[in-house]
């Protein structure tokens, strides 16, 4: 008796796996990635920035100062603060610029580059640290993901290296 | 805070040592809680010893950044060294800790009403070495301490560290429910020869870099 | 203790295990399932994926006629994983370079989150998202005009196959798998006889290590440190030492593993020895409800199932049992080996060997479904994109 009730659960059970198979394209993959991109994760800042503290519009394209990003654990990257001017499209060819990273009201880093024509090319230009919280440096040099001045997602993305 | 912070990195380097060493416990939650408990304590009386030198000597090496990086290549070769050893010792039986087992395994096959009692030795020894064997938070935290004005203070830092990563070693008394075979323990045992590898590279190439570029 | 591991190709048993008409009425609902997955495709412009699509329904019909003609699974399964193996890169790769004109990922754009997100890394994940919330993968959430294979998407694609397949994945899902079986393939023997059995094991240390490590260093070690398959797909642009090592490992692996090594075995070798994401795959298998057993009473112990099997997850004790390991990926080498019927597909509460061709059916039914939504939409975009390459007017 018992081994007929395993066998009739086991077909039910097969039936609803082939039932799942089926609203795998139409129903299920679409639920699950919902819930995945609605768990409240966020991609490590290392790689995305982390987030904006303060926007400075300027004539028809903005800069955005994001929080200082410091290595978690033994992540192996260095600790920096990163800055985006977008859009692309609307910066002036040459920009400088002296900005006030941590919002104390005095500049910390100038920043100047060149715009390229190519939007897969990377900007050469310099940052040069006004205190002895961040490095100055110049591009083309080292990229690395808390050393860079790049063109990426219609920004320049700028990232000063911390002290 | 630090401590909890760095806990999963705890886990990242204690863990190797902790995991197969409680997979050879007998599969039992009680055992387990005991053993952790003296490995943890062990741990603590490695911390407060290594509490006391690093805050002696901490200064000097919180300021040099050179001297920091030497030390930390140093101790990671060092810790790729022990792991390798540890890796190796594992299936003789001279090392005790198989043979405790297997003794252990009797009494619990033999009469569940005994209690076993697994030799203390083990804990102690691994919980007072992983305490001292600088692993990289441990490190982190060492030269927080080495910047803190006393050395009562260093103490207390180095208490409150251990409190904070003692929390994630919690779950390794689950442990206790999972079934012994041999297959654990090989893979255990890889595990820390692919971490000595991990350990050797990333230690071996500070070194180099600081004896290239000085 | 090494044992002796022989591999020989499985024996064909009677190709005509059914009739022709009662093996079409089988194929029927999978052809149906075809044309309904790739109706999409039509409705899109593009003769070239069109052309792609329609080979692609064609392909896995008949291979799925084959498989209730003959009896056989393995043996027709191989043509379209081998297919998979051998097109994914083909297309993947044109794809990188059409978009940013390399294989290499450069900084910007995993900055951007653009870097496709890849299964392998799921293991990695799970601590540091359960402990800090955070992804430690270069790529976005949600999908994007420059990146449509986001985080949540792929995850999501994942958890669904995995609820009906579970670790046969490895054997009707994974687009890396092919590459070996198709090497594995190759030889007519195997020119290395003796595999250590406790091989494999190191999948799982593999894994220990890289869930561990990539919690510590918020990285996935294992894309960083280990893949094979980045020689074939993306990797990060060489400009330092670091990355010139990684690169050298990463070729390093995929020589050995995936080519010359199975090639001497005839096993599939990554994944039975290395591939930490098909050890946790293996996982599933303890609640999937399809497996493979041994009618104990038919069999003689004559280790042709143990030979034939690709991942080494037959063991002589296991036989003896009438169970695999854990790491079967349900590939059918073994069913189809046996001269005696004794390994057969089970459904798990069911009497072993009583029913094992309905067994295999309901198995089969959403393999088989899975493998047509998932890898025959990759073997089409690659065909449509190889078509596109041609000198053809
Ligand atoms: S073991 Fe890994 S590479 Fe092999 S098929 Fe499975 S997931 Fe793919
Ligand atoms: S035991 Fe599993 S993996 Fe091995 S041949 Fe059989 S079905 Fe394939």
Redesign the interface.
């Known amino acids: 008796m018992r081994?007929r009730i395993?066998?009739v659960?086991?077909?039910i059970?097969?039936a609803v796996?082939?039932l799942?198979?089926?609203c795998?394209?139409f129903v299920?993959?679409?639920?699950?990635?919902?819930?995945?991109?609605h768990?409240?994760?966020?991609?490590?800042p290392?790689?995305?920035?982390g987030t904006i503290v303060r926007t400075v519009a300027h004539s028809g394209y903005q800069m955005d100062v994001y929080a200082p990003v410091r290595?978690?654990?033994?992540?192996?990257v260095a600790a920096f603060v990163q800055i985006a001017f977008r859009p692309v499209a609307a910066l002036p060819r040459h920009v400088s610029e002296e900005i006030d990273l941590d919002g104390d009201g005095q500049p910390d880093v100038r920043v100047s580059f060149t715009v390229p024509a190519d939007p897969?090319a990377?900007p050469s230009g310099e940052v040069v640290a006004l205190n002895a919280k961040y490095q100055s440096f110049t591009m083309p040099g080292?990229?690395?993901?808390s050393e860079?001045m790049?063109?990426?997602?219609g920004a320049v993305?700028v990232r000063v290296p911390l002290r | 805070m630090l401590g909890l912070?760095?806990g999963?990195?705890c886990l990242?380097s204690c863990g190797p040592v902790v995991l197969p060493w409680m997979l050879v416990q007998p599969q039992r939650v009680r055992s387990h809680v005991r053993q952790l408990s003296i490995f943890l304590g062990a741990r603590l009386a490695g911390y407060l010893a290594f509490a006391a030198v690093i805050w002696l000597a901490g200064i000097a090496l919180a300021r040099s950044g050179t001297a920091r990086s030497w030390i930390m290549g140093g101790v990671q070769v060092l810790l790729a060294v022990g792991l390798l050893i540890y890796a190796a010792a594992w299936p003789h039986a001279r090392c005790g800790f198989v043979r405790r087992r297997k003794n252990d395994l009797v009494q619990i096959d033999a009469a569940s009403t005994a209690t076993p009692k697994p030799r203390p030795t083990g804990a102690i020894a691994l919980g007072f070495l992983t305490g001292i064997n600088l692993c990289?938070?441990f490190l982190v935290a060492g030269v927080r301490a080495a910047q803190l004005p006393t050395l009562a203070a260093a103490l207390m830092f180095f208490a409150v560290f251990f409190v904070g990563t003692a929390v994630w070693f919690m779950p390794f008394l689950s442990l206790g429910v999972v079934r012994r075979t041999p297959s654990f323990l090989t893979v255990a045992r890889m595990a820390a020869v692919l971490l000595a590898c991990w350990y050797g590279f990333t230690g071996g190439s500070l070194l180099i870099e600081k004896a290239i570029y000085g | 203790m090494a044992s002796r591991v022989l591999t020989r190709p499985p024996a064909l048993r009677s190709p005509a295990f059914r009739s022709i008409g009662r093996s079409v009425l089988l194929t029927l609902p999978m052809a149906l399932w075809a044309l309904l997955?790739f109706t999409p495709s039509f409705r899109q412009p593009g003769r070239n994926l069109h052309i792609g699509a329609l080979l692609v329904i064609l392909f896995m019909t008949a291979l799925f006629f084959l498989m209730m003609r003959t009896g056989k699974t393995y043996r027709w399964r191989r043509y379209f994983f081998v297919a998979l193996g051998l097109l994914f890169p083909v297309g993947f790769i044109a794809s990188l370079v059409a978009v940013?004109?390399t294989m290499s990922i450069?900084?910007?754009?995993?900055?951007?989150?653009?870097t496709p997100f890849c299964y392998m890394v799921i293991p990695m994940l799970i601590l540091?998202?359960a402990v800090?919330?955070?992804?430690?993968?270069?790529?976005?959430?949600?999908p994007t005009a420059s990146n449509p294979h986001s985080?949540?998407?792929m995850?999501?694609?994942w958890?669904?196959?995995t609820?009906?397949v579970g670790k046969a994945w490895c054997s009707y899902v994974c687009f890396f798998g092919g590459i070996e079986e198709g090497f594995a393939a190759l030889p007519k023997r195997m020119k290395i006889r003796k595999l250590d059995p406790r091989l494999r094991l190191v999948p799982w240390a593999i894994l220990l290590f890289v869930v561990v490590l990539s919690?510590?260093?918020?990285?996935p070690v294992y894309c960083m440190w280990l893949c094979p398959f980045k020689t074939v797909t993306e990797y990060p642009a060489v400009?330092?030492v670091t990355t010139a090592i990684q690169m050298g490992i990463f070729i390093t692996l995929f020589a050995g593993l995936v080519v010359v090594l199975p090639y001497l075995t005839k096993k599939r070798t990554q994944c039975a020895f290395f591939c930490p994401f098909g050890a946790f795959q293996s996982l599933f298998n303890k609640i999937n409800?399809?497996e493979i057993r041994f009618d104990r009473e038919k069999c003689v112990d004559c280790t042709l199932c143990q030979t034939s099997c690709p991942t080494m997850a037959l063991s002589a004790e296991s036989i003896r049992e009438g169970k695999t390991l854990l790491n079967c990926m349900k590939c059918g080498a073994c069913v189809d080996s046996c001269k005696k019927s004794a390994a057969v597909w089970h459904?798990?509460?069911?009497?072993v060997a009583l029913k094992p061709e309905r067994?295999r059916l309901?198995f089969l039914?959403?393999a088989w479904?899975?493998a047509t939504?998932f890898g025959g939409s990759i073997l089409a975009n690659s065909i449509s994109t190889i078509i596109g390459f041609l000198p053809l007017r």
């Open positions: 081994a395993l066998a659960l086991a077909y059970g097969a796996t082939l799942i198979a089926a795998v394209p299920l993959m679409g639920v699950f990635s919902n819930a995945v991109a768990a409240g994760l966020h991609l490590d290392s790689y995305s920035g290595p978690r654990a033994l992540q192996q897969h990377r080292n990229y690395s993901f860079m790049v063109q990426s997602g993305v | 912070a760095t999963p990195i990242a990289p938070p | 997955m940013r004109g450069p900084i910007e754009r995993m900055v951007s989150g653009d540091p998202a800090t919330r955070t992804i430690i993968f270069p790529g976005s959430i949600l985080i949540a998407i995850i999501g694609l958890l669904a196959l609820l009906v919690a510590a260093l918020f990285e400009h330092s409800l399809f459904l798990k509460g069911t009497k067994a309901l039914y959403g479904a899975m939504m």
